[in-house]
T-cell receptor, first 115, second 109 residues
Framework: DAMVIQNPRYQVTQFGKPVTLSCSQT?????MYWYQQKSSQAPKLLFH???????NEADTPDNFQSRRPNTSFCFLDIRSPGLGDAAMYLC??????????????FGPGTRLTVL | GQNIDQPTEMTATEGAIVQINCTYQ??????LFWYQQHAGEAPTFLSY????GLEEKGRFSSFLSRSKGYSYLLLKELQMKDSASYLC??????????FGSGTQLTVLP
């Protein structure tokens, strides 16, 4: 089945220790997104790629970076995780221009714990 | 700016009908989505409205009034598995989806 895959599902890191979360998709969608979701809060868009074009949200901290080496993969790098970065990180994809609506398909998420 | 409001919690009984409201003020509008999210899981797509009116999809319906900045999600014949958070999200401009904080629905037997 075509899908959005996130690895790992659970990630534990130490305060200040860089961590990378990964996302892959078999949907061949041209847009990929990273969201941060804290408990009982709305998913908050960090950035997205439209093909290779990187789009950063204005309030996304510099501590968060992203890479998209090809259509299928996208990575979220947190350079120096703080305790406040503990959250669920959701990857999503959409096929802009190819679908009736720009429905976003979400991966299962990676829950990040910072010790 | 973007502002999306929905009730924090709702409770309903199995077999009943529940309506979850959402109001929004956004700088642009390309469509409104409803997503379902079970605890610890990813949001899953339920419905999409871009024109005024009602969209029906099985037990779920969604309504939109663009002039009023208002939408609702209607769930019929509630089942226990419908207990989840329901997120209203507005696409203000291309690829910019802003989510509400979600309405936690509890379905009681």
């Amino acid at each position: 089945d075509a899908m959005v895959i996130q690895n790992p599902r659970y990630q534990v890191t130490q305060f200040g220790k860089p961590v990378t979360l990964s996302c892959s998709q078999t949907l061949n969608h041209n847009v990929m997104y990273w969201y941060q979701q804290k408990s009982s809060q709305a998913p908050k868009l960090l950035f997205h790629y439209y093909d290779k074009d990187f789009n950063n949200e204005a309030d996304t901290p510099d501590n968060f970076q992203s890479r998209r080496p090809n259509t299928s993969f996208c990575f979220l790098d947190i350079r120096s995780p703080g305790l406040g970065d503990a959250a669920m990180y959701l990857c999503a994809t959409s096929s802009e221009g190819l679908a009736v609506n720009n429905e976003q398909f979400f991966g299962p998420g990676t829950r990040l714990t910072v010790l | 700016g973007q502002n999306i409001d929905q009730p924090t919690e709702m409770t309903a009984t199995e077999g009943a009908i529940v309506q979850i409201n959402c109001t929004y003020q956004t700088s642009g509008f390309n469509g409104l989505f409803w997503y379902q999210q079970h605890a610890g899981e990813a949001p899953t797509f339920l419905s999409y409205n871009v024109l005024d009116g009602l969209e029906e999809k099985g037990r779920f319906s969604s309504f939109l009034s663009r002039s009023k900045g208002y939408s609702y999600l209607l769930l019929k014949e509630l089942q226990m598995k419908d207990s989840a958070s329901y997120l209203c999200a507005v696409e203000g401009s291309a690829r910019q989806l802003t989510f509400g904080s979600g309405t936690q629905l509890t379905v009681l037997p």
